[in-house]
């Protein structure tokens, strides 16, 4: 069973930095190819993707975080992070950690919700300005 638990939020002024860490456990052969992802939702919006990468290393961005996050993983520990600098207080929300088996990795709709099958508890980001 695959299971994906979120951490690393908590509260920062504008301008600052914190790191998301999700650590992934249960995954099969069926995930030897896969994309991952971080999510947010803020209070009365839509969850929105974040930032993708998959089993090939190629990684994906929303406008609004591009130059300012970074998607890494290590695979030896299973860990997808997210490195956020320079947050914003439009960054405010609940960060959750997602990811799916795909052959074409993330190739094809990286940021997309409904193309995800596993999703984490979440992890709440606050700046304040």
């Known amino acids: 069973q695959v299971q994906l638990v979120e951490s690393g939020g908590g509260s920062v002024e504008s301008g600052g930095s914190l790191r998301l860490s999700c650590a992934a456990s249960g995954f099969t052969s069926t995930y030897s190819r896969y994309c991952m992802g971080w999510f947010r939702q803020a209070p009365g919006k839509e969850r929105e993707g974040v930032a993708a990468?998959?089993?090939?290393?190629?990684?994906s961005y929303t406008g609004s975080v591009k130059g300012r996050f970074t998607i890494s993983q290590d695979n030896a520990k299973r860990t997808l992070y997210l490195q956020m600098n320079s947050l914003k207080p439009e960054d405010t929300a609940m960060y959750y950690c997602?990811?799916?088996?795909?052959?074409?990795?993330?190739?094809?709709?990286?940021?997309?919700?409904?193309?995800?099958?596993?999703w984490g508890q979440g992890t709440q980001v606050t700046v304040s300005s």
């Open positions: 997602a990811a799916r088996p795909d052959w074409w990795g993330c190739v094809y709709d990286p940021l997309a919700q409904n193309r995800y099958n596993h």
């Open positions: 990468v998959d089993s090939d290393g190629r990684t």
